[in-house]
Each structure stands twice: as structure tokens, then as C-alpha cells.
């Protein structure tokens, strides 16, 4: 899950991108309005954390401006008035939630999770290709019925790979999901992450190079598409071991 968080507080911006990078996702930061607004029109966030009071362009205009851009992305406004008026105000600006300052941060993660869910398609139950299954929600790999451990990002590449269903995701993509802004487009990072990932998983590899245009798993799909085809319906969840995120 890709999130931007506009919150002119520096130290409490840091600890909400500190907290939901260790949830698993890729955060960015902007400190006003105007860079909140730069960042969401050339990146497609799922998710907004918005303070509605920002130096800059206000977080009301910034919330209408995500809103007409037509994507996607889902807006979580942040307040510190816990007026009922002002959560009325902030929804009919077309914001998709409101939590109201002091918050408690599971509940925060909570919601900018369901937010999430609303602003991607529905995530199969479990993602495979030949003898490797991915649980997204488990967020749990197994290969053989072995649980296998990863790394975020190794975990988070796998997942884009294997929803990809087969097609070819160029690195640039693979930053676009996996990484943020901090992440250096030229960097040898997704293609240090694919070579960990195919030591990890094993052979035979799953893992294809396609030159000049990216990575793919062949035959890559869901249990639910394994049950179609055999004119049944989707078995259980794989192994109850678990591989852990490191």
C-alpha cells in the first residue's frame, strides 16, 4: 500500500510514516499543502492522511483537489477540533474518513487499512504460482507446503509479481508498489530485492528476467482461479505454519 501523510507537525508526520512503514507500507511525507499537492499529482497514492490545517494550500482544497483528479486514492482527514460540525464539513469535501487529534495509532492503522482495500481491487485470498502460495491478509508465504521467511520488501515484490497474473511489471512499477519517494529510480535496489527473493524461494526458480522490460511468474494466479478451472471451489489456505517478515 503506497500513502502519503500531510501533516505540517514534523515530529508527529515522522512518527505516523515511522508506525505504517512498520505495518508494511510505503510512505511518503510532505510538511504543507502545496508539496502534498505536487507529490499526489505525480504519484498514485492509495491512501491520504490529510491535517485539514496546513500552511500553503489548505487541506480542504487539497482534499477537493484529489477528489476531481477522478483516481482512486482515499482520503483519511486529520483534525484537532472534534466538533461533529467539523466532521460533517470534512466528509461533504468529499474525504473517505476522519479521525479526530489525540488518536490512537492502532486505530489509525485500522482505518487507513480499509481505506486501502477500498482504493486497489480485492486481493484474492491466496496468491500462487506452481507450489508457492502468498496469503496476502497472513501476510505469509509457503513454498511446498514450508513456510518461507522475507523481508517487506521481498514479500511486497513477490505480491506485486504474482498479482500481475502472469504479465510482465517493470522495475519502475515494482518501486511505484513496493518503495517510496526516497527510493533512488536508478538504484540497483529491485534487482538486489529479485535475486534475494529467488535465493529464498529456491529451486526450480519462478522468477523470469524479461530483458529490456522487466520481471514475471509464469502461470501466476489464485486458488480461487485453480478451483474455477477445476469446477470447484477454493480449498483451504495452505499450511497453518507461518513464515515470518523479517
Known amino acids: 500500500?503506497?500513502?502519503?501523510?500531510?501533516?505540517?507537525?514534523?515530529?508527529?508526520?515522522?512518527a505516523i510514516a515511522r508506525g505504517l512503514?512498520?505495518?508494511?507500507?510505503?510512505?511518503?511525507?510532505?510538511?504543507?499543502?502545496?508539496?502534498?499537492?505536487?507529490?499526489?499529482?505525480?504519484?498514485?497514492?492509495?491512501?491520504?492522511?490529510?491535517?485539514r490545517d496546513l500552511p500553503g494550500m489548505p487541506g480542504d482544497e487539497l482534499c477537493r483537489e484529489i477528489v476531481r483528479s477522478g483516481e482512486l486514492t482515499r482520503v483519511l482527514m486529520l483534525t484537532a477540533s472534534t466538533?461533529?460540525?467539523?466532521?460533517?464539513e470534512g466528509l461533504s469535501l468529499g474525504a473517505d474518513d476522519y479521525v479526530a487529534k489525540p488518536f490512537a495509532f492502532p486505530e489509525l492503522v485500522a482505518r487507513v487499512r480499509a481505506l486501502?482495500?477500498?482504493a486497489t481491487p480485492a486481493a484474492p485470498p491466496v496468491l500462487t504460482a506452481g507450489d508457492i502460495?502468498?496469503?496476502?491478509?497472513?501476510?505469509?508465504?509457503?513454498?511446498?507446503?514450508?513456510?518461507?521467511?522475507?523481508?517487506r520488501k521481498e514479500f511486497g515484490v513477490l505480491e506485486v509479481l504474482l498479482s500481475a497474473g502472469g504479465a510482465v511489471v517493470s522495475s519502475e512499477d515494482l518501486l511505484e508498489r513496493v518503495w517510496d519517494e526516497n527510493a533512488d529510480p536508478f538504484t540497483t535496489t529491485v534487482r538486489v530485492t529479485v535475486?534475494?527473493?529467488?535465493?529464498k524461494l529456491g529451486e526450480p526458480g519462478?522468477?523470469?528476467?524479461?530483458?529490456?522490460?522487466?520481471y514475471r511468474v509464469p502461470g501466476a494466479g489464485s486458488t480461487e482461479d485453480a478451483a474455477e478451472e477445476a469446477g470447484g471451489t477454493p480449498g483451504a489456505r495452505g499450511s497453518s505454519e507461518s513464515g515470518?517478515?523479517?
Open 1 to 14: 500500500m503506497r500513502v502519503l501523510v500531510v501533516e505540517d507537525e514534523a515530529p508527529l508526520a515522522e
Open 21 to 51: 512503514r512498520r505495518e508494511g507500507m510505503a510512505v511518503d511525507v510532505a510538511l504543507d499543502g502545496d508539496d502534498g499537492h505536487e507529490k499526489a499529482s505525480v504519484t498514485r497514492y492509495d491512501v491520504v492522511v490529510l491535517d
Open 83 to 88: 466538533a461533529v460540525s467539523e466532521r460533517v
Open 116 to 118: 486501502g482495500r477500498r
Open 133 to 151: 502460495e502468498l496469503d496476502p491478509s497472513r501476510r505469509t508465504v509457503h513454498r511446498g507446503g514450508e513456510p518461507v521467511d522475507l523481508t
Open 195 to 199: 535475486m534475494t527473493l529467488r535465493k
Open 206 to 214: 519462478v522468477i523470469e528476467t524479461v530483458v529490456g522490460s522487466g
Open 244 to 246: 515470518s517478515l523479517t
